[in-house]
């Protein structure tokens, strides 16, 4: 489910274990969204009002179910350069 402000900007799919197809997705967002956490510095314990974009995997039990996210990136550009660097990179097809 979108947060609200949140659009997608980019579909596919991906292999998890070379075998299971699962959705993914990356979205933007108008908040950069902090950790909450008390001991963390200001800049990354505040949500802050910036288009960023998050990398979100499906699930590997039921498609559409988007369960795992990325830490936010700056830019699609940025987030696409990450998420082909991981170890589902070379199985990603976008639509």
């Known amino acids: ?3 609200p402000g949140q659009v997608v900007v980019k579909e596919g799919t ?10 993914i997705r ?8 902090g ?3 008390d001991g963390d510095e200001p800049r990354v314990r505040c949500d802050v009002e910036k288009d960023t ?7 590997t039990s039921e498609r559409g179910i988007f369960n795992a996210e990325s830490d936010g990136f700056e830019s699609l550009e940025e987030a696409l350069t990450q998420v082909a660097r ?9 639509a």
Request: aromatic share 18%; net charge negative; hydrophobic share 35%.
């Open 1 to 3: 489910m979108l947060l």
């Open 14 to 23: 991906y292999l998890y274990d070379g075998e299971i197809e699962c959705d």
């Open 53 to 59: 974009f998050y990398v979100q995997y499906g699930s």
């Open 35 to 37: 950790t909450g956490d």
């Open 26 to 33: 990356i979205v933007r967002s108008q908040i950069r969204w």
């Open 86 to 94: 991981t170890t589902i990179g070379p199985t990603i097809c976008w």
